[in-house]
């Protein structure tokens, strides 16, 4: 196989030879998108045991699906919206189940508020934990757009293949998220320094 881009093998090469039948070819592509795949995940549920299921029930998916692929865009196109597709499907089973709990009287839900006492100095690991609270805190597609863009590495163009959106649209997102946690850094330095 050839290296893709980032140094990976040719992820669409390997998933044409498992799509035909080539074992090995499945399971080294499992264990070249498996990290991928649980990312993209817990970026839309936000919970690492959701994260941890919906990878696992995409990863069946992939087996027995894989398929559906026929080749026409590239694979990770078509990964990112089957598991986007599962994680929107376990949210919504989440959310159904939520809905009809009762909570125990006296049972507080437990919250990561992220703000940080008056005069304490923003150190490296407070501050990656503040950024990674205010990432939660961004709308759905916001998070889902910085994450790829930002963090994964992928261009606005290809952000916009896998998720069906102009490029255009990709970039306002970025410029809206940006924003969105600038601001509040910015706000977070200032009542700590206060």
Avoid: C
Wanted: glycine fraction near 6%.
């Amino acid at each position: 196989m050839k290296p893709d881009v980032d140094g990976t093998e040719d992820l669409d090469g390997l998933a044409r030879a498992a799509s035909q039948g080539d074992a090995e070819a499945f399971d080294r592509l499992v264990r070249l998108v498996y990290a991928r795949i649980h990312r993209w995940a817990m970026v839309r549920v936000g919970d690492v045991d959701d994260a941890d299921d919906v990878t696992q029930t995409v990863l069946v998916r992939l087996h027995t699906s894989l398929s559906e692929w026929e080749g026409r865009g590239r694979f990770t196109t078509w990964l990112y919206r089957v598991t986007a597709n599962e994680a929107s499907t376990w949210g919504r089973r989440i959310t159904r189940r939520a809905r009809w709990m009762v909570r125990a009287p006296g049972a507080r839900e437990e919250r990561v508020d992220g703000r940080i006492g008056p005069g304490a100095e923003l150190e490296r690991d407070e501050m990656v934990e503040l950024l990674q609270a205010f990432f939660r805190t961004l709308p759905p597609r916001q998070r889902e757009v910085f994450d790829l863009v930002e963090y994964q590495g992928y261009t606005p163009a290809e952000v916009g293949e896998m998720l069906d959106m102009n490029p255009s649209t990709v970039r306002a997102n970025m410029f809206k998220a940006r924003r969105t946690i600038r601001d509040r850094v910015a706000r977070e330095s200032r009542e700590a320094a206060e």
